[in-house]
């Protein structure tokens, strides 16, 4: 059993993929401050935020809620990063890391999430709660 949010290697990629976010957006013109460098650095900090107030929820539907928070926002640093390549602020190879990572991120947060639904599904099997088969099942964002 984890102590904390911290022990989560998806909040630990997240948090150095943060890091390195800001690192690269150093380079970024001045004039980007408040625009594309704002933004990406809010997108990048979402993730493993979302990551550790999701585990710090006591109920695993607020947890897989935050997931998906943190989720959209990597494909909103994805937009970001493709963005940065196509103004020229920042070479395609120096952003190949990034995006490798990005990808990992956005892997491990649909295995976690997928996992915490079954985890879900069990418990409430458990807890004699089945749903009605006229009950639609939920739309899935990560499995169209």
Known sequence: MLKNFRE???????????LEIYRL????????????????????VSISSNIAEGY???T???YIHSLFIAYGSTCELETQIL????????????MRK????LGEV???????????????F???????ITKSPSTPPPLDPLNP
């Open 106 to 120: 956005e892997r491990m947060m649909k295995a976690l999430i997928k996992s915490l639904e079954n985890k879900r």
């Open 8 to 18: 989560l290697t998806v909040w630990q990629k997240s948090y150095q993929l943060c």
């Open 56 to 58: 710090g929820r006591k």
């Open 83 to 94: 963005l940065s390549i196509d103004l020229n602020y920042i070479h395609p190879e120096n």
């Open 122 to 128: 069990r418990d409430s099997e458990k807890r004699g």
């Open 25 to 44: 957006t150093k380079l970024f013109p001045g004039d980007e401050r408040y625009g594309l460098t704002s933004q990406m650095r809010r997108a990048a």
């Open 98 to 101: 990034v995006q490798d990572d």
């Open 60 to 62: 695993t539907p607020e």
